[in-house]
């Protein structure tokens, strides 16, 4: 006899094919959103590093709305970061294209590297 009662699961049929709903975390609006990049980053990070905390967040019903959180936060300040270098560092008006594209490119890069260790990896 087993210990575990079977799960009831509801189907929704979409051409022909019924597609089980299950909800990742308590809330649907987390669950409708795809993860962005931040998010992910997070998500592996928990997942090979701290994997107490993974299964604690996954049980709980609270990982994908902590990654989504993640992703907006950093998102956040990752532009916040980036226009205050623009605006601490500014160009020159006579710089070619490419220079302009590598002036903004390394505004970008000291804003992720920020971000990645103050809010993805922490």
Same mark, same amino acid.
């Given at each position: 006899m087993?210990k575990?009662? @079977? #799960?009831e699961?509801e189907?929704?049929?979409?051409? *022909?094919?019924l597609? @089980?709903k299950? &909800?990742?975390?308590?809330?649907v =609006?987390?669950?409708?959103? +795809?993860? *962005? =990049?931040y $998010? /992910?980053?997070?998500l592996?990070?928990?997942?090979?590093h =701290? +994997?107490?905390?993974? /299964?604690? %967040?996954?049980?709980? *019903?609270?990982?994908i709305?902590?990654?989504?959180?993640?992703?907006?936060?950093?998102n956040e300040?990752?532009? %916040?970061?980036?226009? &205050?270098? %623009?605006?601490k560092?500014p160009?020159?008006?006579?710089? *070619?294209?490419?220079e /302009?594209? $590598?002036?903004?490119?390394?505004?970008?890069?000291?804003?992720?590297?920020? #971000?990645?260790?103050?809010?993805?990896?922490?």
């Amino acid at each position: 006899m087993s210990k575990f009662k @079977p #799960v009831e699961l509801e189907y929704e049929e979409v051409d *022909g094919i019924l597609y @089980p709903k299950i &909800q990742i975390s308590n809330d649907v =609006k987390y669950d409708e959103r +795809s993860l *962005g =990049k931040y $998010g /992910r980053m997070r998500l592996r990070y928990l997942k090979e590093h =701290k +994997s107490y905390m993974y /299964r604690e %967040l996954l049980v709980s *019903g609270e990982l994908i709305e902590h990654c989504h959180m993640a992703n907006d936060e950093a998102n956040e300040r990752a532009m %916040l970061i980036e226009e &205050q270098y %623009l605006k601490k560092n500014p160009i020159s008006k006579d710089c *070619g294209f490419m220079e /302009r594209v $590598g002036y903004y490119n390394i505004a970008r890069g000291v804003a992720e590297e920020v #971000v990645l260790n103050e809010i993805v990896y922490k």
